[in-house]
Antibody, heavy 122, light 104 residues
Framework: ELQVEESGGGLVKPGGSLRLSCAIS????????VSWVRQAPGKGLEWVGL?????????KYGASVEGRFTLSRDDSKNKIYLDMSSLTSEDTAVYYC??????????????WGQGTLVIVSS | VLTQSPGTLSLSPGQRATLSCRTS???????LAWYQQVPGQAPRLLIY???IRAPGIPVRFSGSGSGTDFTLSISRLEREDFALYYC????????FGGGTKVEI
């Protein structure tokens, strides 16, 4: 069974940095594509970034985090990392990690973690 | 851009719900999905490929549409269906609609 679990959320001061982790089990991790999506309090879903397998080497970011957030992966640990810097109150949100699944040419976010809360406040 | 309507749908259990998602450009059905989110929980995949139910999703949920107009229908609402629904396009960037709240 595929399982996704985020960790690393917490309270951080404006201008600070934080690293989130996403652990995925139940699949060949080195092949996994993973996306991060966030949800500010009372708001909708916002795409943060996408990291494909190391073999494909593609990493993309949403416009609001480009240049401040960095995605990476450690396939030996079955983990994806989201390094966030220059944080502002606008980055306060629940951050979800989701597995990008495919089915005969169709792409979608098949399995989501429960999310980790990031609060940016002084 | 994905535009969902209505913003809120007020219905009773047993009624049919019809949710709309309009894209600013024509998109392939292969990359259009719908998610359900119960408050306090993570989103859950309902429909992918515009019309394919995800494993374990009840048959009362159905997706349709093509081009720029897509629809999620719930044939007879059950109490656990009152939630938020988001459409999603997997493109060069991933985009979500603003959501439709289905309330009692």
């Amino acid at each position: 069974e595929l399982q996704v679990e985020e960790s690393g959320g917490g309270l951080v001061k404006p201008g600070g940095s934080l690293r989130l982790s996403c652990a995925i089990s139940g699949l060949i991790f080195s092949h996994a594509w993973v996306s991060w999506v966030r949800q500010a309090p009372g708001k909708g879903l916002e795409w943060v970034g996408l990291i494909k397998s190391q073999a494909m080497g593609t990493i993309k970011y949403g416009a609001s985090v480009e240049g401040r957030f960095t995605l990476s992966r450690d396939d030996s640990k079955n983990k994806i990392y989201l390094d966030m810097s220059s944080l502002t109150s606008e980055d306060t949100a629940v951050y979800y990690c989701a597995h990008v699944d495919t089915d005969n040419g169709k792409f979608f976010l098949g399995q989501w973690g429960q999310g980790t809360l990031v609060i940016v406040s002084s | 851009v994905l535009t969902q309507s209505p913003g809120t749908l007020s219905l009773s259990p047993g009624q049919r719900a019809t949710l709309s998602c309009r894209t600013s450009q024509s998109v392939s059905n292969n990359f259009l999905a719908w998610y359900q989110q119960v408050p306090g929980q993570a989103p859950r995949l309902l429909i992918y490929g515009a019309s394919i139910r995800a494993p374990g999703i009840p048959v009362r949920f159905s997706g349709s549409g093509s081009g720029t107009d897509f629809t999620l229908s719930i044939s007879r609402l059950e109490r656990e269906d009152f939630a938020l629904y988001y459409c999603h396009h997997y493109g060069d960037s991933l985009t979500f609609g603003g959501g439709t709240k289905v309330e009692i």
